[in-house]
Every structure is written in structure tokens, then in C-alpha cells.
């Protein structure tokens, strides 16, 4: 069974990941979300509430599971059995520290490998932190994540 984990910080996950999650889901038997529960980034959405956000949002994907992780992606990659690593580039800037990245895990754990997918150019430009900031300013960012997901920053920073 060939199992890929899509590790990241996803807040909030965006219709980017979105359309990385189902494409990856149609290539492997199974995708594990790896949410990253890393407190030095200050996010805007708690990691339990970013794994809710995926499980509402990739509920349509019977082969895409959810689960958050802190610590070496490799050993997270590891505990599930997974084969794969995927991440998504957008553009030049995502290279540097993807391939650096890519490499290291690479050393640390040769049996894993990471594909990289090529972002749907209707999201090229989108980020967490873009949606963060039009939605900070009482912006419009139904074009940008999910129905539920803008109902969700709405609560979060308007109560
Ligand atoms: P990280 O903190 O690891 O960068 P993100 O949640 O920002 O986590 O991104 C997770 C993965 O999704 C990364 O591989 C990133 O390049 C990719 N990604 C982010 N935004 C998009 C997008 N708009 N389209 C495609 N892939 C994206």
C-alpha cells in the first residue's frame, strides 16, 4: 500500500492545499495530513482546531486521513509507514528551503522520498498568511478557502 504524508501548518488550510490534497489523494492508496503543532509560529487557529478544519473540509476523501504531529517529519513519516513525502511549490521562493528540506530528510531517512507537485495556477499566488491578513481587514476571501474554513476565521477574529 503506498501511503504519502502532506505535512504543514494549514493555518488555515487553503484551496491550494486543497487541490494538492486531492490530487495527491488520487496517486496513493492513502494521504496522511500531518498537521504541525509547532508553538514557535504563533498561529492564528489551534492545532486541534486546523485538524477539524481538514477533517470538514476533506470529507469527501475516503482516503485521506488527519492527524497532527510535533517533532522530525521523519519520524512522523516513519510511524505511519508512509513511503512518500509531498509538498507543493508555488513558485522560485518555495525552492530553496524545499530542496534543503527535501535533502536533509533525505540523509536522515533514505528510504523516504519527497515528490513535489506543481501548484494549479489558480492558487499560485495564495498563502496562509495572504487569506490571514485580506481577512484581518474585514476582507472578501470566499475565493480563497472553504465555506466552513471563512466561517471559522470569521469567529475567530470577529467572536
Ligand atoms: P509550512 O508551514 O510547512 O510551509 P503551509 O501550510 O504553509 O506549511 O504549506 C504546506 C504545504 O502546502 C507546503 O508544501 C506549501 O508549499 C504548500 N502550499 C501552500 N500554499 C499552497 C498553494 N497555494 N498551492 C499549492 N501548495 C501550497
Redesign the pocket.
Known sequence: MKIAV??????P?????M??IQRTSQIFDKVIIGV?N?RA?SPLFSVEERVKMLEEVTSELPNVEIQSFGGLLIDFVRQNQAQII?????AIT?FE??LQMAQTNRVMAPEVDTL?????LR???????IVKEIAAGKGDIAAFVHPHVAEQMRRKLFG
Do not use: A
Not at 502532506?6 to 493555518?11: A, K, R
Not at 488550510?13 to 492545499?17: A, D, E
Not at 509531498?86 to 508555488?90: A, H, I, K, P, Q
Not at 513535489?116 to 494549479?120: A, K, S
Open positions: 502532506y505535512p504543514g501548518s494549514f493555518d488550510v487553503t484551496m491550494g492545499h487541490d494538492i504541525l509547532n509560529k509531498v509538498r507543493g511549490l508555488r518555495d528551503y524545499e513535489f507537485l506543481t501548484t494549479n492558487y499560485s499566488y495564495l498563502s496562509s498568511s
